[in-house]
């Protein structure tokens, strides 16, 4: 019996631990996964609802190590989960894809062997724009999605920023963020924002559980990536 009122306890006094107690700041340094996920109410009654994600995490990497893991999304599929194809586009096939076009895989791949994309194109920096066909095997209720997404970069001194806003309207829609910012210690502070609709009605504890499960396993995927690849570039 002592030990039950122990626990129970523990349980009524843990919202006034110093652990609950902690800043923002502290959490991140402590390796915390800050998550704000808010669904907004569908516009009528049966339509899809809107997922809005804001996330920050510091990555143990330099802000390089995890802007080239970001960038070169043709690695993605190796090492981000749930990531199963990345390619790119020309900017001769791009031009020609409309909505319409974007949410058909097969015209996508018909421009692609078109106006094929060189393989690894050279010289970006500073500002530059880029489109992208993926396609992904996500958790329900976002389920498996192919999509097209025009990407824009921004780099500087003081923070990189990649933002991409999808093309195909003809399933749900999506555009967001990532912000990859040097911290004074040599790590980097990661900032995600991701705007999603869900493809049909579903309770929002299902949905938030979604989205939080697939940020919790790209930040864990983030991390240790950029860490592979600072190792790499400290052994050359």
């Given at each position: 019996?002592?030990?039950?009122?122990?626990?129970?306890?523990?349980l009524?006094?843990?919202?006034?631990?110093?652990?609950?107690k902690?800043?923002?700041?502290?959490?991140?340094?402590?390796?915390?996964i800050?998550?704000?996920?808010?669904?907004?109410?569908?516009?009528?009654?049966?339509?899809?609802?809107?997922?809005?994600?804001r996330?920050?995490?510091?990555?143990?990497?330099?802000p390089?190590?995890?802007?080239?893991?970001?960038?070169?999304?043709?690695?993605?599929?190796?090492?981000?989960?749930?990531?199963?194809?990345?390619?790119?586009?020309?900017?001769?096939?791009?031009?020609?894809?409309?909505?319409?076009?974007?949410?058909?895989?097969?015209?996508?791949?018909?421009?692609?062997?078109?106006?094929?994309a060189?393989?690894?194109p050279?010289g970006?920096?500073?500002?530059?724009?880029?489109?992208a066909?993926?396609?992904?095997?996500?958790?329900?209720?976002?389920?498996?999605?192919?999509v097209?997404?025009?990407?824009?970069?921004?780099?500087?001194?003081?923070?990189?920023?990649?933002?991409?806003?999808?093309?195909?309207?003809?399933?749900?829609?999506?555009?967001?963020?990532?912000?990859?910012?040097?911290?004074?210690?040599g790590?980097?502070?990661?900032?995600?924002?991701?705007?999603?609709k869900?493809?049909e009605?579903?309770?929002?504890p299902?949905?938030?559980?979604?989205?939080?499960?697939?940020?919790?396993?790209?930040?864990?995927?983030?991390?240790?990536?950029?860490a592979r690849?600072?190792?790499?570039?400290?052994?050359?």
């Amino acid at each position: 019996m002592r030990r039950y009122m122990l626990v129970a306890l523990l349980l009524i006094l843990l919202p006034n631990t110093t652990l609950a107690k902690q800043t923002d700041e502290e959490k991140l340094d402590s390796g915390w996964i800050l998550k704000e996920i808010t669904i907004q109410e569908p516009a009528a009654e049966g339509e899809p609802s809107w997922a809005l994600v804001r996330v920050q995490a510091v990555i143990d990497s330099s802000p390089k190590a995890v802007w080239t893991a970001l960038t070169d999304m043709e690695r993605w599929p190796k090492w981000l989960p749930m990531s199963q194809k990345v390619g790119f586009l020309s900017p001769e096939a791009a031009a020609l894809v409309t909505p319409e076009v974007a949410g058909d895989e097969n015209q996508v791949m018909a421009l692609d062997r078109a106006h094929p994309a060189s393989p690894n194109p050279a010289g970006y920096s500073g500002h530059w724009q880029r489109t992208a066909y993926e396609f992904y095997n996500l958790p329900w209720p976002i389920k498996n999605e192919w999509v097209v997404r025009r990407y824009t970069y921004d780099e500087s001194a003081e923070k990189d920023r990649a933002a991409w806003r999808k093309l195909d309207s003809k399933t749900q829609d999506d555009d967001g963020y990532w912000e990859v910012i040097a911290r004074a210690d040599g790590k980097t502070l990661l900032k995600y924002y991701y705007r999603v609709k869900a493809k049909e009605s579903v309770p929002k504890p299902v949905f938030k559980a979604a989205i939080g499960l697939t940020v919790n396993s790209m930040i864990k995927a983030v991390r240790h990536e950029s860490a592979r690849l600072d190792a790499q570039l400290a052994s050359h």
